[in-house]
Antibody, heavy 116, light 107 residues
Framework: QQQLQESGPGLVKPSETLSLTCSVSGGSISSSDNYWGWIRQPPGKGLEWIGSIYNTGTTYYNPSLKSRVTISIDTSKNQFSLKVNSVTAADTAVFYC????????WGQGTLVTVSS | EIVMTQSPATLSVSPGERATLSCRASHSVNSDLAWYQQKPGQAPRLLLYGESTRAADIPARFSGSGSGTEFTLTISSLQSEDFAVYYCQQYNSWPLTFGGGTKVEIK
């Protein structure tokens, strides 16, 4: 059974870079014909797609975040990662990693707060 | 970008009643639409995709219909565990987009 788990700092200072990693267990990240995605949810608000990466490294990003976001994949570690540059308080959210484009597997989510 | 609009924002329903949730796409997404359920403090759970295919372990009281730009999620007889927020999502084209959600609350 495939499982995903987000990890990273829960507190980031304004103007700094938010970095999160999603560890995939129960299968190889490179063996399945699959996309891997990041979604965020500000407190009390709806879901926002951040971006996706294919296991070849091809990426797709939300245009509203594209200039600040990088998603990468490390098949040797069975992980994929998210970086968001120049964060502000508006980036405070629960960040989820998920499998596919139809998200049938999600991580539990991790709250990242942007504050000095 | 395809904008997904859900209505109503909040739906008040009594247990045992039928709930009908709507999702509209600004451009056709064919049948490339998924529905998710989210409860407080939990990650979303996939309910339906491809317009009407139920995900694993999803009860038959959840059904979907529609194609193109108009979609409906129907919960035939609401159970206590169904009170939650529901989101639609199109996966027809990049960027992927979610609707704003419909909260189903107890009447």
């Amino acid at each position: 059974q495939q499982q995903l788990q987000e990890s990273g700092p829960g507190l980031v200072k304004p103007s700094e870079t938010l970095s999160l990693t999603c560890s995939v267990s129960g299968g190889s990240i490179s063996s399945s014909d699959n996309y891997w995605g990041w979604i965020r949810q500000p407190p009390g608000k709806g879901l926002e797609w951040i971006g996706s990466i294919y296991n070849t490294g091809t990426t797709y990003y939300n245009p509203s975040l594209k200039s600040r976001v990088t998603i990468s994949i490390d098949t040797s570690k069975n992980q994929f990662s998210l970086k968001v540059n120049s964060v502000t308080a508006a980036d405070t959210a629960v960040f989820y990693c998920a499998s596919g484009n139809i998200y049938d597997k999600w991580g539990q989510g991790t709250l990242v707060t942007v504050s000095s | 970008e395809i904008v997904m609009t859900q209505s109503p924002a909040t739906l008040s329903v009594s247990p045992g009643e039928r709930a009908t949730l709507s999702c509209r796409a600004s451009h056709s997404v064919n049948s490339d639409l998924a529905w998710y359920q989210q409860k407080p403090g939990q990650a979303p759970r996939l309910l339906l995709y491809g317009e009407s295919t139920r995900a694993a372990d999803i009860p038959a009281r959840f059904s979907g219909s529609g194609s193109g730009t108009e979609f409906t999620l129907t919960i035939s007889s609401l159970q206590s565990e169904d009170f939650a927020v529901y989101y639609c999502q199109q996966y027809n084209s990049w960027p992927l987009t979610f609707g704003g959600g419909t909260k189903v609350e107890i009447k």
